[in-house]
Each structure stands twice: as C-alpha cells, then as structure tokens.
C-alpha cells in the first residue's frame, strides 16, 4: 500500500487545518492507520491512531480534545482534523498503516506500522 499526504499548510494559532492521507490501491478500511509527527531536532512522536473496524481511537495527551482522525473507505482517505492549533503543533506529520492482527486495536507505537508517507509540513504561528 502506498500512503500519500496533502494539506500542508502554515496557519496562525487558534486555527485550523485538515490533512489528509490518500490510501492507493486498498480500502483503508482494511488497514489499522495512525498520525505521526516530527519537529527539528526530535524523535517521531505518537499522535493519533484509529483500529482497522474504526471502532477504538488512541490520542496523545497533547493534541486530545483539539484532533480527530477520521477515514473515508469510499475515498480511500484518511484525514487528521486539527482544531485549536498551537506553535507546538508545528511539525512534519506523517500518515501509517499497517494491517491489523486484532480488528478493534490502535496501534501507538512508530515500530507498529509497515507502511509510511512521505509527509507534510505543518507550521503553526504564534
């Protein structure tokens, strides 16, 4: 599977901001999918993560209450609504998957997933 991101963008703080992952060749329902991000200088961090029947959603404490993942099988796509945004938000965001061995499991981990995009920049101003 191929994953491909858009949406890069440079926002104020209290924005918001929809990137979107585009899935080729395979529903996205058939896959567990996840949000990374990297800023300069640090590992990749955890953001949010969604198991592949859709039913359980996994969020870092950062982002909680401010992000949504959410898919559409029939656009192969998955999107990361980002509310609320902050400076510290500012990153390179990344798209996985990974087929699932349990259904109902989002997967939080960076060593979890087979399958990454490219990225996109997001950059939030103060």
């Known amino acids: 599977v191929q994953l491909v991101e858009s949406g890069v963008g440079l926002v104020q703080a209290g924005d918001s901001l929809r990137p979107s992952c585009g899935v080729s060749?395979?529903?996205?329902?058939?896959?567990?999918v996840g949000w990374f991000r990297r800023d300069p200088g640090k590992e990749r961090e955890f953001v949010v993560a969604?198991?592949?029947?859709?039913?359980?959603?996994a969020y870092a404490d950062s982002v909680q209450e401010r992000f949504t993942i959410s898919r559409d099988s029939a656009q192969k796509t998955v999107y990361l609504q980002m509310n609320s945004l902050k400076p510290e938000d500012t990153a390179v965001y990344y798209c996985?998957?990974?087929?699932?061995?349990?259904?109902?499991?989002?997967?939080?981990?960076?060593?979890?997933?087979?399958?990454w995009g490219q990225g996109t920049q997001v950059t939030v101003s103060s």
């Open positions: 996985a998957a990974r087929q699932a061995s349990s259904l109902n499991r989002a997967y939080l981990e960076e060593s979890d997933y087979t399958n």
């Open positions: 060749g395979h529903t996205v329902s058939s896959y567990s």
């Open positions: 969604m198991s592949q029947s859709g039913r359980s959603t």
